[in-house]
Structures are given as structure tokens and as C-alpha cells.
């Protein structure tokens, strides 16, 4: 086993109110932006939590894909997003489709700041 494992803590995102409090729409998104990227959608989750006395409820979410998997979880009372894509390179180096799935999410969620980690997971074919 070995892949390439992406984390991002995205802060004070500017994008549309939707995208943090309902399903179907960071769903949608999040589907079109794993094909166009390449990748391969075999299952998918997500909860919709209700709303606080501090604002509307967040989103918890993942796709299930063929290489391996992205989890989003939103706090629209602060505008945070966290992002965790994570590709398997059984058959084919997937580093570039990760990157670019990630890449293409955070430009749409439009945060202030962002935080992200790379982490190279498993051996090397060989080792």
C-alpha cells in the first residue's frame, strides 16, 4: 500500500452559505469536482446537523471513491471547512488527481486562510 493522504483547515470561507449548511449542495459539488478530477465516486454520506443558538448547523460528508475517500465537515457559524482527501497508488500514482481534487475545492470555498498537510502513507512498492 502507498498514497498520498491531504489534509486542509480552510478558514473564514467566503463562498456561498449553502455550501456549509446543505448536503446536496457541497455533495454536488464535491462529486463534480472528484470526477473532473479524475477520480472515482462508489459511495457517499453525508448529515446535515441542526441548527445552534449560534447559527445554522454544519455539514459532515464523505465520498467513498475507488482510490480511497474525501471527508469535508463545515462550521457555518465560523465559515471552516476541513477537507481530507485521501488516494491509493495500487495501480496508478492518483498524487496529481488528489492534488488537483483539493486544489479545486478549497478555490471554491474561498477561505481567508488555509492550512494544509501532505502525508505520504505506506511503503514504496519493493520495500
Not at 46 to 64: I, N, S
Amino acid at each position: 500500500m502507498n498514497g498520498l493522504h491531504l489534509t486542509a483547515d480552510l478558514y473564514r470561507c467566503a463562498c456561498a452559505v449553502d455550501l456549509l449548511t446543505r448536503p446536496l449542495a457541497i455533495g454536488g459539488l464535491c462529486r463534480r469536482h472528484a470526477h473532473d478530477a479524475g477520480l472515482t465516486v462508489v459511495g457517499e454520506q453525508w448529515v446535515a446537523f441542526p441548527a445552534q443558538p449560534d447559527g445554522p448547523g454544519g455539514v459532515t460528508g464523505m465520498l467513498l471513491l475507488a482510490e480511497s475517500h474525501l471527508a469535508v465537515h463545515t462550521w457555518p457559524e465560523l465559515a471552516n471547512v476541513t477537507l481530507d482527501v485521501y488516494v491509493c497508488n495500487f495501480t496508478a500514482d492518483n498524487s496529481a488527481r488528489a492534488e488537483r481534487l483539493m486544489h479545486s475545492l478549497v478555490a471554491v470555498l474561498a477561505p481567508a486562510r488555509v492550512r494544509v498537510q501532505r502525508l505520504q502513507r505506506g511503503e514504496v512498492r519493493g520495500d
